[in-house]
Structure formats: C-alpha cells, structure tokens
C-alpha cells in the first residue's frame, strides 16, 4: 500500500516525540494518592450512573441521569448548563427522534490560558426495563453494567478527574470544559454542532470513550460512518393473472445493489457494504416498493464526496425504466484523523503511564467504529485524542458489559496529569 507524505510525515513525528518523550520519570505521587482515594467513590459513581436507565431515546432516564450529573459539576465549582437541542442545531437523519436528550455543560474558569475540553457520552443502546435484570454489580476486577463501558465510565472518569484536580486546589488551566451528551448512539444529531463549535475553541480535547481490555491504547484516528438507502417504487399487479401490468421494485433494487456491490476500497479503507433489504406485502403481489441500505466507513472526510458520487453515476443504468430509484446519502460521523498535535499528546500520555511502570499504545489505526472525537476535530488542528477511558468489554452485548475495576486509578493519573501538563505548557506541540 502506498504511504502519503502527510502519513509518512505524522509517523516520523510520533517516533521522534516518542524518542524525546517517554524516558522513566518520577511518578507524581501526590496525584496518585489522590487518585487512589477516588477510585472507591468513582465506584460509587458509577453506580449511581448505571442505575438509571438512558437509552439515547429515552427521555426521561436522559433527563435524570443529566440532572445527576449537573449537580456532581456544579458541586465541584462549575458553571453548567443543560442545553437541549432544537430547530436548525438538530442534522436530521432518518432515524432521528423528534426531540433528543440534553446536553451537560460545565465550564471551569481557572488561572492560565490553556482551553482543555473533556468529553463524554451519557446515553445507552438499550432499551427501558433491561435494569431489572442486570443492576450494576461488581465480581472480582469487574464491575458489570448496562452502558458501564459505553460510556458511563466516561462520564465518571471526567467527573472524578475534576473532583481529584480540585481536591489538590489545581487551577493552572484557563478553562476546562466537559460537555456530556446524550444522543451519542444515534449519531449525534443534537449534539455534534456544538462538539465542532467547542472543539475549535480548546487547545486539546480529551475523550473518554474506554479502551479495550485486550489493548491498553489510545486512538489518533477512527473511522466515519455514513449510509446509503436505496428507495425504488414501482408498481403493484397479481402476480399471477396480470405480472407483466406491474413493475417490479424488488427487480431494480436488486439490479442496483449488485451494481454497486463492488466499490469498497481496501487501500484507502474506504468499506460500503449492503446490510438490510426489505420489499413488497404480500407472495402473490408485484412489490410496488423495495428499499435497502448500506453501511459505508471512510477514513478521510473526502472519500464521503467521492462514494456518494460513485453511487449516483452507478444508479444511472436501471433494469427496469418504469421504475423510480431514490438515494439518501447520509453522513452520520466524519472519521477521526491523526495529526501531529494528536501525536504529541498521545505521546505526552505514554510518558505519564510509564511512570507507572504501565504500557500504553497509541495508534492512527482506525478500527470500525466512529466517536464523538471526530466532531471536536472536524474544524480544527489542534490535539483530540480518543479512549482516555476505562479498559472494558462487551459494549452493546446486552449481557456482558463490564469494565476493569484495576484501570480506574491508572486512567485518573492519566487524565489529572495530562489536564495538568497541558496547563503549564509541558506538552511539546501543544
């Protein structure tokens, strides 16, 4: 595979920086005092969280849960404010709900200059009732819980990241913001405006998506996530007295899919697969309708530009004339791409864990999934770095969530550390 200049350069930078930056230093251990003392009321945290059911269209558990957490903020000197999306902020999808959960807010005004912003997600895929059955619990290293993973850990680690900053009176910071959101898992209609707005106005964002437990590592990039749906209609007629007085849909959506059944691009990572078809009513009856959609992941905001071309130019040739094609392109998630001020954060954060004594991967690899991180990076060139969070599992299983109670003091070192370095200007590049 052939490597840009701009690759080519970023990976030249990640391995000087990692040259320069990750000799064994002393660990702070004032912040790792402080940190071991969280750990058990992040704990109870956590609880409290998972204990309130928020999935992304459930508005009332949403209302609660932002609620809780307003007042955990507000309680630790912020200013907050629960904003709820509306009107021309709202990017309507298909599969947008009419309104959509709130917004956490907390602005922390400190002594320095440095704008850092925190982000995490509050909302769940799972559906109202499922709680009865599996209430937060915790079994040897593991604390299990519906959302526990994705991504209320986010919201504790930042809760209690602010609440260890505060209890050692640390204000070098000149604003430290934490945004909560709560439509995360329906891609972010209501929230990602305000993600791109803030993110071009800090100098470093964190975000607490969690790491996996088979690969401690932060992320430098992640993949975008976009949709084609196909809608044909044609007409209905008996399918055995009279099929040639109808038009058959199923016929010329079938004749599209497959005509674009080949235009994932394994060099440039660019992957459209067809997942979901649905057509006619009844055995006996010509379908008048048949629809179908794609799932589509890009590693650069320009490939959207160029699949959504190839797919109108494809649609052009149909099997059945008499038949309409529609097509809804659809740009749920920009990717996360790697930059050279990413790469110096990152490798600022692999410094901080080896004085631990504690590995710590960081990589422009994108896997399938797209985050919140790529909004707060869409409009600027400043450092957004994904998976600050807790290692877990089993995210969206509905049986099986968890995350690694043993993470939680290593990733609020790193958290407290990395907000604290950045504030006195002791990350090179940032």
Known sequence: ??????????????????????????????????????????????????SIESGSRDLEGLDKLADLIAGKLRALGGKVELIEPAGDEVYRMEDTPEKIGKVVRATFTGTGSKKIMLIAHMDTVYQRGMLEKQ????DGDKAFGLGIADDKQGVAVITHAVALLKAL??????????????????SSP?????????????????????????????SLATAGIAS????????????????????????????????????????????????????????????ATATAGADVRVLKVSDYDRIEKQVQERMKKQLVPEAKVD???????????????????????????????????????????GTD??????????????????????????????????SIEPRLYLAARMIMDISRGQVPGL
Do not use: C
């Open 169 to 186: 009176n640390f204000k070098d910071y000149g604003t430290l913001t934490v945004l909560i959101n709560g439509d995360e898992e329906i």
């Open 228 to 287: 084609v749906t196909l809608n044909v209609t044609g007409k209905a007629s008996h399918a055995g007295s009279a099929p040639e007085l109808g038009v058959n849909a199923l016929y010329e959506l079938s004749h599209q899919v497959l005509r674009m059944r080949d235009l994932s691009d394994p060099a440039t990572g660019l992957k459209m697969n067809w997942t979901i078809s649905k057509s006619g009513t009844n055995r006996n009856v010509i379908p």
């Open 1 to 50: 595979m052939k490597i840009s200049r701009t690759t080519r350069a970023l990976v030249l930078a990640f391995a000087g920086l990692a040259s320069l930056g990750l000799a064994h230093a002393a660990k702070d251990e004032q912040v790792l005092a402080e940190a071991a003392r969280q750990k058990r009321v992040l704990l109870e945290t956590l609880k409290e969280y998972v």
């Open 373 to 406: 991180a790529a909004f707060a990076a869409l409009k600027t060139k400043a450092a957004v770095v994904e998976r600050f969070g807790l290692q877990g599992f089993g995210a969206h299983t509905a049986d099986a969530e968890y995350v690694l109670i043993d």
């Open 135 to 138: 209430p937060f619990r915790v």
């Open 327 to 369: 097509m809804r392109f659809e740009r749920r998630r920009p990717p996360l791409e790697a930059s050279s001020a990413s790469s110096a954060m990152a490798t600022h954060a692999q410094a901080i864990y080896k004085e631990l004594d504690r590995p710590l991967g960081a990589d422009a690899k994108a896997a399938g999934g």
């Open 190 to 218: 209501g929230s990602r405006a305000l993600l791109t707005k803030l993110g071009g106005e800090h100098d470093a964002v964190l975000s607490f998506e969690g790491a996996s437990v088979k690969e401690d590592k932060l």
